[in-house]
């Protein structure tokens, strides 16, 4: 099992300011499949980024993905009010599919 | 606009088994463009990828609950379900049904993965007596 260890663990930034989550794999991640979502309370998590760096249908340029292998980068250029939430990374490269414990963006 | 939709009992005994449906709208259940996956999340805390199933019938599931799951497809219903047994109040969580959409790469044999792009909005089991 691909082990996925998300840092930090909370991020306080301010709206405008450029956040960058980590997503580290125990193992490398075949043909790059790692998705990013985002979750706000409530509600259900909505996918970002696939496949390591191709944003999904409808999300924001600011949002941006990158790395291969064991390493993984989700940036939030400048963010938004609407961007605090808390950030998953997910590989579905390799059976199970697993998820990292989360990362939450908060306002400072 | 595909929508997911879960439906179920919110309580289930210990023991018991738990018995959930994803019902999909404005979309095909059986296209092979995608598959079908259950994910749980207890209060609090992060996600745990289930199982998913293909029109097929093939299934993948977590190693840690494969005991005790079984994910089935009704295509003529265009639903999936999830069944989990031997229920502890350790399985209390917001269940979700996703869809997983892929891509057939010509001359290469395979398909690509888009990740889990459409969720259902999730149904809370609480497991107690």
């Known amino acids: 099992e691909i082990v996925l260890t998300q840092s930090p663990g909370t991020l306080s930034l301010s709206p405008g300011e450029r956040a960058t989550l980590s997503c580290r794999a125990s193992q490398s991640v075949s043909s790059s499949y790692l998705a990013w979502y985002q979750q706000k309370p409530g509600q259900a998590p909505r996918i970002l980024i696939y496949?390591?760096?191709s944003r999904a249908t409808g999300i924001p340029d600011r949002f941006s993905g990158s790395g291969s292998g064991t390493d993984f980068t989700l940036t939030i250029r400048r963010l938004e009010p609407e961007d605090f939430a808390v950030y998953y990374c997910?590989?579905?490269?390799?059976?199970?599919?697993?998820f990292g414990q989360g990362t939450k963006v908060e306002i400072k | 606009q595909v929508q997911l939709q879960e439906s179920g009992p919110g309580l289930v005994k210990p023991s018991q088994t738990l018995s959930l449906t994803c019902t999909v709208s404005?979309?095909?259940?059986?296209?092979?463009?995608?598959?079908w996956s259950w994910i749980r999340q207890p209060a609090g805390k992060g996600l745990e990828w289930i199982g998913r199933i293909y029109t097929s019938g093939s299934t993948d599931y977590n190693p840690s609950l494969k005991s005790r799951v079984i994910i089935s497809v009704d295509t003529s219903k265009n639903q999936f379900s999830l069944k989990l047994s031997s229920l502890t109040a350790a399985d209390t969580a917001v269940y979700y049904c996703?869809?997983?959409?892929?891509?057939?790469?010509?001359?290469?044999?395979?398909?690509?993965?888009?990740?889990?792009?459409?969720w259902g909005q999730g149904t809370t089991v609480t497991v107690s007596s």
């Open positions: 996703a869809r997983v959409s892929r891509q057939w790469l010509v001359g290469t044999g395979e398909y690509y993965y888009y990740g889990m792009d459409v």
């Open positions: 496949g390591a760096s």
């Open positions: 404005s979309g095909s259940i059986s296209s092979g463009s995608h598959c």
């Open positions: 997910q590989q579905y490269g390799g059976s199970p599919w697993t």
